[in-house]
């Protein structure tokens, strides 16, 4: 099987193949997160039921269904937020790192930081609370805004940031830390169209350009339409990988998804 950014014609994007085995199978190679009969819920009620998914490196994977499906609660699993009820949550290299980008809302506008500060923010993980950032991490913190086209604001107020620019900076605090997967909840939400396509565009150029591996929940299908070949479809306690054009048949209408057969498994091999 394989996913990824939708190449334009002016562009060459890689493809990364990953094989969905059976429970317990060997993760094959390039798999950034896997879910082996993946169970999940609260406080007793099911909500995700015998998930079996690979998700390979670089990919750049929306999650999609209606609210209240699972989107969430499957992408905060990988982050440890919510415990599996059974089954695993496994990466490909022990070494992986995972970096979380809220909404830019989360953070409270009365928070007297600048915009800097909350992408250094992102080192506490190597450097404690305690450890001042030195002069090489200083210098990576300069690049992670220059990559991110904020450098000529780092020294700006966060609350007096647009919505899309307070967005980027949270995306560039989770490059700081390191991260090799992105996982993102909704980071579009309440932003302007342009600030929408910027925030996306960085995204899908941190995927093809660094390898990054972009999870991202979408309130709905359309921007998924526009950048990505496959999703996670997840709806009715169930979550597969399937082709974008296939969860079209989500309508605002009747807030429902259409959910596919299950692709046949083949063991010990991959899907090109």
């Known amino acids: 099987m394989v996913f990824s950014p939708k190449a334009h014609p002016e562009q060459t994007v890689p493809h990364v193949s990953a094989g969905h085995g059976p429970a317990g199978a060997p993760v094959t190679d390039n798999v950034a997160v896997y879910f082996r009969r993946l169970c999940l819920g609260y406080g007793g009620a099911r ?49 992986i790192k995972l970096g979380y980008v809220p909404q830019q809302k989360s953070i409270d506008p009365l928070f007297p930081v600048s915009l800097r500060q909350i992408v250094t923010m992102g080192l506490y993980r190597e450097l404690g609370y305690w450890r001042r950032p030195d002069k090489t991490h200083r210098a990576f913190v300069s690049a992670q805004l220059e990559e991110m086209g904020l450098a000529e604001h780092e020294h700006k107020n966060y609350r007096e940031l647009s919505g899309g620019m307070k967005q980027k900076a949270l995306i560039a605090r989770a490059l700081v830390s390191g991260a090799d997967v992105l996982i993102l909840d909704e980071p579009t939400s309440e932003l302007d169209t342009p600030s929408e396509r910027d925030i996306i565009h960085q995204l899908l150029r941190l995927c093809r350009e660094q390898g990054k591996t972009v999870l991202i929940a979408c309130h709905g299908i359309q921007m998924a339409l526009s950048v990505a070949d496959r999703v996670c479809l997840v709806e009715r306690s169930q979550a597969q990988i399937v082709p974008t054009a296939v969860a079209c048949h989500f309508t605002a209408a009747n807030l429902h998804f259409e959910m596919p057969p299950a692709e046949p498994r083949v063991q010990g091999a991959d899907h090109a």
């Open 47 to 95: 909500v995700l039921d015998n998930i079996d998914l690979d998700i390979p490196e670089g990919a750049f994977l929306p999650f999609v269904g209606p609210n209240g499906g699972g989107k969430t609660t499957l992408l905060r699993s990988i982050l440890g937020f919510v415990k599996p009820e059974h089954g695993e949550i496994g990466f490909g290299r022990p070494e």
